[in-house]
């Protein structure tokens, strides 16, 4: 997500918390970039756990599973 869409996401939440308010244009517009905004980190989250793994005393690499995975194989 780009640096202009932060910051029109801090914009529209600062001119919420004015007596004006939001329209209804504004508020759509502000729950869009902010679904947006989360599915980038989440998204990056995602992907840099997929590259983790867990190293035992041995020196073994493991990759990192998601909860209740190694109970379904």
């Given at each position: 997500m780009d640096q202009k869409k932060i910051d029109r996401i801090n914009e529209l939440?600062?001119?919420?918390r004015t007596?004006?308010?939001?329209?209804e244009e504004e508020q759509s517009e502000r729950?869009?970039?902010?679904r947006e905004y989360?599915?980038?980190?989440v998204g990056n989250l995602k992907a840099q756990l997929d590259n983790t793994y867990?190293?035992?005393?041995?020196?073994?690499?493991?990759?990192?599973?998601?909860?209740?995975?190694?109970?379904?194989?």
């Open positions: 939440s600062r001119k919420a007596p004006e308010g939001l329209t729950a869009a970039l902010r989360v599915d980038a980190v867990i190293v035992d005393e041995q020196g073994n690499k493991t990759k990192l599973k998601m909860r209740g995975e190694e109970k379904r194989q």
